[in-house]
């Protein structure tokens, strides 16, 4: 608003510099005045700039949390912490029972199905729950491993929601494992 005002000011200046004889130092002072309006206006028209997309930055960054911070807490197969794998406490809950036979334990390593069940399987977990990252992991992988390249379209969404929820504080270690290898994926490619 400051800056709006600054530029009247200046406009109206420059408008008013004719009324001043040509020669003389009047007139030179009513330019340097024109000229630092001006210079205001600018820096703080700049400021003003800066600080709104500033807070559109941020703005972004509450709605991302807002939206992917539970989905930040949960392992590869939708299990929240301290449940799951391993544990002797066992979550049933939509999630979690869509990916409960899409998998087999091989000593600590967990293998995915694959094919065309646990296709259809992993596309019901992505029309359910877009935003969890591993369903599209898994049918990129299904993809992949078949040579379709309907795997890269997956692995890029993977990669963008996997992006969010690593910013997040407190997220599961499974989505930097699969943000990493991704993204080789795609380099290779």
């Given at each position: ?15 008013g510099v004719r009324f001043i004889p040509r020669a003389g130092r009047w007139r030179r002072a009513w330019y340097i005045f024109c000229i630092a309006n001006l210079s205001a206006a600018a820096i703080l028209s700049i400021s003003s700039w800066k600080k709104s997309h500033r807070v559109l930055g941020l703005e972004k960054q509450i709605v991302a949390v807002r939206e992917y911070s ?120």
């Amino acid at each position: 608003m400051i800056a709006v005002a600054l530029l009247i000011i200046s406009f109206l200046s420059l408008v008013g510099v004719r009324f001043i004889p040509r020669a003389g130092r009047w007139r030179r002072a009513w330019y340097i005045f024109c000229i630092a309006n001006l210079s205001a206006a600018a820096i703080l028209s700049i400021s003003s700039w800066k600080k709104s997309h500033r807070v559109l930055g941020l703005e972004k960054q509450i709605v991302a949390v807002r939206e992917y911070s539970w989905i930040a807490r949960l392992d590869a197969l939708g299990n929240p912490p301290g449940g799951g794998v391993g544990s002797d406490i066992k979550y049933n809950n939509e999630l979690t029972n869509l990916l409960s036979e899409m998998y087999t334990l091989k000593g600590k390593q967990i293998i995915m199905e694959r094919g065309s069940r646990a296709e259809q399987r992993y596309r019901e977990v992505i029309d359910k729950y877009p935003k969890f990252p591993f369903g599209h992991y898994f049918l990129a992988l299904c993809f992949r491993e078949r040579g379709s390249v309907e795997w890269q379209r997956h692995a890029r969404e993977a990669v963008r929601i996997l992006k969010i929820t690593t910013q997040i504080d407190g997220h599961n270690s499974n989505h930097d494992e699969v943000l990493n290898k991704v993204s080789s994926w795609l380099e290779q490619n």
